[in-house]
């Protein structure tokens, strides 16, 4: 109807879309992080910074890691999502 463009002004790619746990089509997440430090927290007792690393040479590996806490501190443990593609490309 608008060109797959959502009220947020991104576009819907009907090959790879998102579902956030309401059911609701959501934009798709920005994959890899790039390298830098970032304040992350799961909404309870835990604030702290995650480093991304950037890609060793060798490997492609990118490293993390949580100054504080673990990932179950920094994760909204409600929420759930699920990436959708087609098992055949168009």
Request: charged content about 20%; overall charge negative; aromatic content about 10%.
């Amino acid at each position: 109807r608008n060109g797959g463009l959502a009220p947020a002004n991104w576009v819907f790619d009907s090959n790879d879309w998102w579902l956030e746990e309401h059911g609701i089509i959501m934009e798709k997440p920005e994959f890899p992080l790039n390298p830098g430090r970032y304040v992350v927290t799961g909404g309870r007792s835990v604030t702290t910074v995650l480093t991304i690393h950037p890609k060793d040479p060798s490997s492609g590996n990118m490293k993390w890691e949580l100054d504080d806490g673990s990932l179950f501190d920094v994760t909204h443990l409600p929420c759930r999502s699920a990436r959708y593609s087609p098992l055949l490309p168009d």
